[in-house]
DNA sequence: CATTTGCACTTGCAATATGCAAGTAAAATT
DNA sequence: AATTTTACTTGCATATTGCAAGTGCAAATG
């Protein structure tokens, strides 16, 4: 996405501005997941991400706070990436996002599985998920 | 957007196939506020959004059932959309974005007012509302 | 230690989407 | 009857996306 250009005060439209676009939640959804992937994993999802737009993205995630670069422990070549506390904290509306897809289109079971888990107990789910991912 | 090319199965990649865009999600959050929008309502919004773009949002989301058009009472040259209840589903997810960007920009009072509320219950408060938008 | 492979990007270019300004048609107002 | 309002559409310039190929460094292989 684009840089600091806000296009109003609502935080809705600043949050869009920062990843409201078709791929910045898909990679912030990988870190949530994987807590930690390289260029590599990115490009290994199911969407297809083009490399030009992956690395555009990154980079944005990255000014914004949102994800931060890690060196990567038994590679120079590789690079990590995983979410910062900023990114983490997108974990409610990922899980929202979740919710309210499952209401209407079919999901996975894997997810479906998670979900049932989040019903639980919400609140837990998300302090132990974030634990898991800032740990 | 696009019609219906699905990217992938995950609910994340399928939700933002439909509002997964600058755009589309303010035009949510105008008619969560407002309950009811002309088209000129949604061009009055602070973001401007250029009217070839609102008819092309309008109608992806009509065709996926995020809103409807309705008669407007007083005058047939006017058309009033609404939210569905698919649309109004996505309540939480809003909610969930201006909490975040509660944490992490300066937002206006009204709406760290809402967020007040918000927070002592969030059910209820999500209960009324619905109710506010449906009735 | 020379060569190949893997990894994280860049680059070039075509296709698509966005943004701006102006235009149109029907309905409402004057 | 003429003007204005409303909801769009159209044309065109600019920006973003997507694809394919390329680059440069690090690591593995022979």
Redesign the interface.
């Known amino acids: 996405m684009n840089k600091t250009k806000k296009?109003?005060?609502?935080?809705?439209?600043?949050?869009?501005?920062i990843w409201?676009?078709?791929w910045s939640?898909?990679i912030i959804?990988d870190l949530m997941f994987a807590k930690e992937c390289t260029y590599g994993d990115f490009l290994k999802?199911?969407?297809?991400i083009a490399t030009n737009i992956l690395a555009s993205r990154l980079q944005s995630l990255e000014e914004n706070k949102i994800i931060e670069k890690l060196d990567h422990p038994d590679s120079k070549a590789k690079v990590l990436y995983r979410l910062t506390k900023?990114g983490v904290?997108?974990m409610?509306?990922?899980?929202?996002?979740?919710?309210?897809?499952?209401?209407?289109?079919?999901?996975?079971d894997d997810?479906k599985a998670m979900l049932k888990d989040v019903k639980k107990d919400k609140a837990g789910f998300i302090k132990a998920a974030t634990k898991e991912l800032m740990g």
Chains 1, 2 share one sequence.
Not at 7 to 17: G, V, Y
Not at 45 to 48: G, I, S, Y
Not at 92 to 108: D, G, M, N, Q, R
Request: proline share 10%; aromatic share 8%.
């Open positions: 296009r109003s005060d609502c935080p809705i439209s600043n949050s869009l501005d409201g676009d078709k939640l898909l959804r999802a199911q969407e297809r900023k904290d997108l409610p509306v990922l899980i929202e996002i979740h919710l309210w897809a499952e209401k209407y289109f079919p999901i996975p997810r």
